[in-house]
């Protein structure tokens, strides 16, 4: 796109070494010129390339934060009668940027659309569709849909597959537009383009994730789309250092482990080219590793019985496992990184000593000590799958090891950024960490090692023991990745079973009633923890902690109950937190209905109403109050005031 030297002096006059200074510059621009750009763009009389000129100022506006909501109609007319391409792809763009949903001029934006795409221009038509393979705006997609279809028998290529690539941007706004006319799209997949099939097959990677049953008829035309490529049937521009068409290979294998998955015909029909697919990547380099990597991960998709069928071969030649020692060993890292990432897709139940071998035990070991970031929790996630009974001890040991190592580099990174006065990372850190979760300040890579670390201790637990120890020193250092839902999570395991063998469930609930009234104990009945100079809520291990008491403190024995009821009394009085006190108050609750018919101790009612009273003190008398249920409606929460209304009704029943 072309710059007259005016505007491209704006643009780029303001760089230079000092970046605050450019961005003082650019505000300093837009604000100065943007009543000067109004007038310029409602003169009647000026010509479409001075309005294309206008309309990138518009953008450049908007990147600096300036309301220019006002161009929108003027950049509307710019697409309508733009006489370049170049003229239309900046009103359109303008378009895409300034119009929201619902607003007024998508319905001139939607006819000028449906002009272009009917045009006899074809550069017009690709303008319009490149437009709406970025397009979001819901009330205009519906209208174009047919438009679109319609463009996909245009005799230029570049409109076919431009039109492919917009309807895969529908499906995945509004996938219910696109499936009705699934049928005539795989025609495409037959198009004497390359271009227009590879960008079809773009299209089916996303359909055949959710409607794979309904594209299993697509399995022959995969496998002949397939072969064609490995045998160099396309145009060698389509070639990557030897590699024929790398990308198309690989969506079609990826596609292809879609379809075969859990089906044992198709996986029959698909494994013959695919391994040819992997045994002409083995003669090439870079692309060609990505082949190896996908073809492995497709084969260990289809039905099971197909990579315990090769996994049992002893040569290179029908087991393509045996590819893997190459890159796990190899002392580049990336390549490494390649190997560990193959081991990961292999399917449990075909490790066997046909391909695995001491030198590559002795690779996974090394990765673990890596210093590479990326191969180290690569390697984690091998230690995850190869998972048994008889090596869960270590391999979970290693994982808790690596859950508090990444806790303590985030905690670093952020005291880092505070003593630079990173100001947003200071509110961050200062949140409740039952809200900190959701605003990304928890690395996803933390919560997938805690998954994992949960799981394996329910599947492979050695013992009850050992078992709460591991959950409470998750619950209580686990810091803000432990949500609520970690704990509720933890709590189905109390209620349906665990899985593991060693695992009695009854006598699990019994040792954790202990284990948590000895916590509470050694915490002197405190859930908040220290956290630098501040102190922070654990809500999820009071949320369990307090969840145990009140749902199996009868399971223990009945002579349990009076202590437990004093022991939530107490937490009660350490605990001011409004959300811990309704979980206190819920235990209370629950307890008491199994103390009814032995009576509850008056002095934890009395414990109740004094610490209601003492959060909101009235001005009636203290003596009245004690004694009457109504001081819980002087609490400020509604929730607590309901929880603590609920335990002194049950309280006075069972007096």
Not at 323 to 346: D, E, H, R, W
Request: aromatic letters at 8%; charged letters at 20%.
């Amino acid at each position: 796109m072309d710059f007259s030297r005016k505007l491209f002096s704006t643009l780029t006059g303001s760089q230079g070494p000092d970046p605050g200074r450019a961005s003082e510059d650019a505000k300093a621009f837009t604000d100065e010129s943007l009543e000067t750009l109004r007038l310029n763009i409602s003169n009647p009389n000026i010509s479409t390339s001075a309005m294309k000129e206008n309309m990138l100022r518009l953008i450049y506006g908007e990147m600096m934060g300036q309301d220019v909501q006002f161009g929108a109609i003027y950049a509307l007319k710019l697409a309508q009668s733009g006489q370049t391409v170049a003229e239309k792809r900046a009103g359109y763009l303008t378009c895409y940027l300034l119009l929201q949903e619902g607003n007024e001029l998508n319905i001139m934006l939607i006819n000028t659309l449906q002009k272009d795409l009917t045009s006899s221009n074809f550069h017009h038509v690709v303008v319009a569709l490149v437009t709406l393979c970025n397009m979001t705006l819901l009330d205009v997609i519906p209208s174009m849909v047919g438009h679109v279809i319609a463009a996909m028998s245009h005799t230029q290529e570049s409109v076919r597959k431009r039109a492919l690539i917009a309807l895969k941007n529908f499906y995945t706004r509004d996938a219910a537009l696109v499936v009705p006319y699934l049928d005539q799209i795989k025609k495409s997949l037959f198009d004497s383009e390359p271009s227009v099939m590879s960008a079809s097959l773009g299209l089916f990677a996303a359909v055949v994730q959710d409607h794979a049953k309904e594209m299993k008829d697509m399995v022959p035309v995969l496998v002949k789309i397939l072969q064609q490529v490995v045998d160099g049937k396309l145009p060698k521009g389509y070639s990557y250092h030897g590699t024929a068409a790398p990308w198309i290979q690989i969506r079609c294998l990826q596609i292809m482990g879609r379809l075969g998955e859990r089906d044992l015909s198709a996986s029959k029909t698909m494994t013959p080219v695919v391994m040819g697919a992997f045994h002409k990547a083995r003669q090439g380099v870079d692309a060609a590793f990505a082949i190896l990597f996908e073809a492995i991960r497709t084969l260990n998709t289809f039905h099971p019985a197909i990579i315990l069928e090769l996994c049992q071969f002893k040569d290179v030649g029908r087991n393509p496992l045996l590819v893997i020692p190459k890159f796990a060993t190899s002392s580049n890292q990336n390549l490494k990184y390649l190997g560990i990432s193959m081991l990961c897709q292999v399917q449990p139940n075909a490790w066997s000593d046909t391909w695995w071998s001491e030198d590559l035990l002795s690779a996974v070991v090394q990765a673990l000590e890596s210093q590479d970031a990326t191969i180290q929790r690569r390697a984690l996630d091998l230690l995850y799958r190869m998972l048994t009974i008889d090596n869960s001890e270590n391999i979970i040991d290693r994982l808790v090891y690596a859950f508090f190592q990444e806790q303590e580099d985030m905690q670093t990174e952020l005291e880092k950024q505070e003593s630079e006065g990173d100001q947003q990372a200071q509110q961050t850190h200062d949140m409740p960490s039952w809200l900190s979760r959701r605003d990304g300040y928890v690395p996803s890579r933390k919560e997938k090692i805690l998954g994992q670390i949960l799981d394996a201790a329910e599947r492979f637990g050695k013992s009850e023991e050992w078992y709460l120890d591991l959950i409470f020193d998750l619950l209580g250092r686990g810091g803000r990745v432990v949500t609520m839902q970690t704990a509720e999570n933890i709590m189905r395991v109390f209620v349906k079973g665990a899985q593991s063998p060693a695992f009695n469930t009854t006598h699990l609930r019994v040792l954790a009633v202990q284990k948590t009234l000895h916590v509470l104990s050694q915490r002197e009945y405190n859930l908040f923890s220290a956290t630098g100079d501040c102190e922070s809520p654990q809500p999820a291990l009071g949320y369990f902690a307090l969840w145990i008491l009140g749902e199996y403190g009868d399971d223990a024995d009945d002579w349990k109950l009076p202590t437990i009821l004093e022991t939530l009394a107490r937490c009660l009085l350490v605990n001011h937190d409004p959300l811990v006190q309704g979980f206190i108050l819920t235990a209370l609750t629950k307890a008491a209905l199994k103390s009814v018919p032995n009576g509850i101790p008056k002095s934890i009612t009395t414990t109740v109403r004094e610490q209601i009273l003492r959060r909101h003190p009235s001005s009636l008398s203290n003596s009245y109050l004690l004694h009457n249920q109504r001081c819980i409606t002087f609490s400020s929460d509604v929730d607590v005031q309901q929880r603590a209304h609920e335990f002194l009704m049950i309280a006075e029943l069972a007096s």
